[in-house]
């Protein structure tokens, strides 16, 4: 079953633009992880946010986690076209990691 | 760069028929796992093994699907008969362990096996 929902499920944007994609999630978390896949191939971890971290930053990624709202936020800035590539999060609980739906992301040169 | 390495990248088979995957972890990783995703889907983790042990095989249909890490090492995942819900993207992943023997959170995916079954 899929514990988080990522919203919008499809975003186009241009290059140098920002790319914002949202994730809700139901249960309580020990931390939270992003992970991008490339069109048919596997998934690339991005960044963790432990349940007590509020924001975190690695390169051009900003993630917030907000527990209270069981919600996160991905956000990519000066977006490029290699960015182009489906964005998950994933929670991890007590046990396994369990993944959401996905955001499609489409920077257009 | 290490990479787990997975095969075949492609599969096509028959309703019926048995269907293997292999995976190879990143060498040194203790924790090996396979996970199911369909199309515009995330992955749904299937199987869990710590070393040669299975920790997880909650969601793993048990009456068709089988997986086994003999040596702790590499990793199969059967499928007897194959069925037409089957078709999906199998990812293998690993993790090493963590200090204390827990287990480390970053997973590190495959590329994946595409099965198609007709």
């Known amino acids: 079953s899929q514990q988080g929902e990522e919203d919008p499920q499809a975003l186009s944007i241009q290059e140098g633009e920002n790319a914002t994609m949202n994730c809700s999630y139901k249960t309580s978390i020990n931390n939270l992880q992003w992970y991008r896949q490339n069109s048919g191939r596997g998934l690339v971890h991005l960044i963790l946010?432990?349940?007590?971290?509020r924001e975190k930053h690695s390169g051009r990624l900003r993630v917030t986690l907000d527990t209270s709202k069981k919600s996160s936020s991905l956000l990519i800035t000066a977006s490029r076209a290699a960015d182009t590539a489906s964005y998950f999060c994933?929670?991890?609980?007590?046990?396994?990691?369990?993944f959401g739906t996905g955001t499609r992301l489409l920077v257009s040169p | 760069e290490a990479e787990v390495a997975q095969s075949p990248r492609y599969k096509i088979t028959e309703k019926s028929q048995a269907v293997a995957f292999w995976c190879d972890p990143i060498?040194?990783?203790?924790?090996l796992y396979w996970y199911r995703q369909i199309l515009g889907q995330g992955p749904e983790l299937l199987v869990q093994?710590?070393?040669?042990?299975?920790?997880?095989d909650s969601q793993l249909p048990k009456d068709r699907f089988s997986a086994e890490r003999l040596k702790g090492v590499d990793s199969t995942l059967k499928i007897q008969p194959a069925e037409l819900g089957d078709s999906a993207m199998y990812l293998c992943a690993s993790s090493p362990a963590g200090r204390q023997g827990r287990i480390q959170e970053t997973q590190y995916f495959g590329p994946g096996t595409r099965l198609l079954v007709l």
């Open positions: 946010i432990r349940s007590n971290e």
């Open positions: 994933a929670t991890r609980g007590f046990q396994k990691l369990v």
């Open positions: 060498s040194g990783h203790a924790t």
């Open positions: 093994f710590q070393d040669e042990s299975v920790v997880d």
